[in-house]
């Protein structure tokens, strides 16, 4: 009788030990999982990915969405590269463009740049135009994402400028898969352009004013060394189509 009463005990003491062996596995399993997942995130976090485009974490998968600033960063580089450029940077200035925008957009452009003969222009009058851009906003809000633009584009021909000619625009933002042409992970779709149109500031009038007494000055001395009295003032120079398409 005492020998099956031991036996029960040594049951219930093993059967007791392998239970808080189980539970005490458990509790560590958690843990260590608990710890892994806490050190696997502290290391994606500094670990990042090189390129020739620059550097981005390493988990790019986790849901974080894409910050304000990329996409305003995507938005800026598409404006500068698309509406800024001369002879030389035109050609490349579109390739780098175009990726930034769904293929609908892109040809829609690239096509208005064409009828207006952009490249020609800059050859035959020696010109180049750059882009300010005024503002940008954003709706990160909602899915897709959508904004508008505001630029100003100005014609320099030499060291003579055009007054500035206003172009707003409106756009959605889309995901898409990051590549060397694009390192955005951003796409610009439903493009198209709206009314701008602010005032131009005193600081443009005066420039513009003294820039066309200096030409004006410039061909009356030249006309006075030539023996030819210019009596009249001489025809403001011809501005040369721009890469701004018609709405």
């Known amino acids: 009788m005492n020998s099956v009463q031991d036996l029960n005990k040594t049951f219930i003491t093993m059967r007791t030990m392998a239970l808080s062996a189980l539970a005490l596995l458990g509790v560590v399993t958690v843990a260590s999982g608990a710890l892994l997942y806490r050190a696997y995130e502290s290391t994606g976090q500094r670990v990042y990915v090189v390129s020739d485009t620059g550097s981005f974490s390493a988990q790019l998968g986790r849901g974080t969405g894409h910050?304000?600033?990329?996409?305003?960063?995507?938005?800026?580089?598409?404006?500068?590269?698309?509406?800024?450029?001369?002879?030389?940077?035109?050609?490349?200035?579109?390739?780098?463009?175009?990726?930034?925008?769904?293929?609908?957009?892109?040809?829609?452009?690239?096509?208005?740049?064409?009828?207006?003969?952009?490249?020609?222009?800059?050859?035959?009058?020696?010109?180049?135009?750059a882009v300010t851009v005024d503002s940008i906003h954003l709706d990160l809000n909602h899915r897709p994402i959508t904004g508008r633009a505001y630029i100003k584009q100005t014609v320099f021909i030499g060291d003579q400028q055009s007054q500035s000619k206003p172009l707003g625009a409106k756009f959605a933002l889309v995901e898409t898969d990051r590549s060397d042409a694009n390192p955005f992970g951003l796409l610009i779709t439903d493009f198209d352009f709206i009314a701008y149109n602010p005032p131009v500031t005193q600081q443009e009038k005066d420039q513009l004013r003294d820039q066309e007494q200096a030409r004006q000055r410039k061909l009356r001395e030249e006309a006075e060394a030539a023996g030819v009295p210019l009596t009249q003032p001489a025809p403001t120079a011809p501005t040369p189509a721009t890469s701004q398409p018609a709405h």
Do not use: C
């Open 67 to 129: 910050t304000s600033f990329e996409a305003r960063n995507l938005v800026k580089t598409f404006l500068l590269t698309m509406f800024g450029h001369d002879q030389y940077s035109f050609k490349h200035n579109l390739d780098a463009g175009l990726p930034l925008i769904e293929e609908r957009g892109g040809r829609f452009l690239f096509e208005s740049f064409q009828r207006g003969q952009v490249l020609q222009n800059y050859i035959r009058y020696g010109a180049r135009q």
